[in-house]
Nanobody, 127 residues
């Protein structure tokens, strides 16, 4: 049984940092590449970024580039989303996803690429 479990969300103030984790069971991040998405109330689920299986390629959306960093610890089968300089517009439920598709990074933003999703973790940024 495959599970992706996000953790690390919470309530922070603008300018603060948070690190989200995504622990995978039933798959490995050497055969599946992970990505992060978020969904704010009343909005579509938005791609944040994804990282290749070997960790050499990371693809970010323009909205978070320079503030957020994605990494993986393959020994612990865990993906991370380091978020710095948080702003109220970052408030959303954050989701981890995993795909075993063989696609270039330009496909990472496409939700249909992903085979598995976590349940999400809430991040709230107050002004």
């Amino acid at each position: 049984q495959v599970k992706l479990v996000e953790s690390g969300g919470g309530l922070v103030q603008a300018g603060d940092s948070l690190r989200l984790s995504c622990a995978a069971t039933g798959i490995t991040f050497t055969t599946y590449f992970p990505a992060w998405f978020r969904q704010a109330p009343g909005k579509e689920r938005e791609f944040i970024g994804g990282i290749s299986r070997n960790g050499e390629t990371v693809y970010y959306s323009d909205s978070v580039k320079g503030r957020f960093t994605i990494s993986t610890n393959t020994a612990k089968n865990t993906a991370f989303l380091q978020m710095n300089g948080l702003i109220p517009e970052d408030t959303a439920v954050y989701y981890c996803a995993a795909s075993n598709a063989l696609v270039p990074e330009s496909y990472y933003p496409l939700r249909q690429v992903y085979d598995f999703w976590g349940q999400g973790t809430q991040v709230t940024v107050s002004s």
